[in-house]
């Protein structure tokens, strides 16, 4: 990448590590938030299928 001054590159340099920490801090507490019950509960309360075992959820990354 280029960058005409030193300081366009020092600043984007910190930004882009700052956006970093804040996605790793968002990481984090969503792990924390999904503790291993809460994850059990969802697990536990699936309904079943045609053929009595659990179905699989589809997760829409759109």
């Not at 590590?17 to 699936?46: H, K, M, P, W, Y």
Request: hydrophobic letters at 40%.
């Amino acid at each position: 990448m280029y960058l005409l001054c030193s300081d366009h590159a020092t600043g984007l340099i910190r930004l882009l590590t700052i956006g970093l920490r804040v996605l790793t801090l968002l990481e984090f507490v969503g792990q924390s938030n999904l503790s291993s019950d809460s994850l059990a509960a969802c697990l536990r309360n699936r309904p079943l299928n045609k053929y009595g075992t659990k179905k699989k959820r589809k997760i829409n990354l759109v």
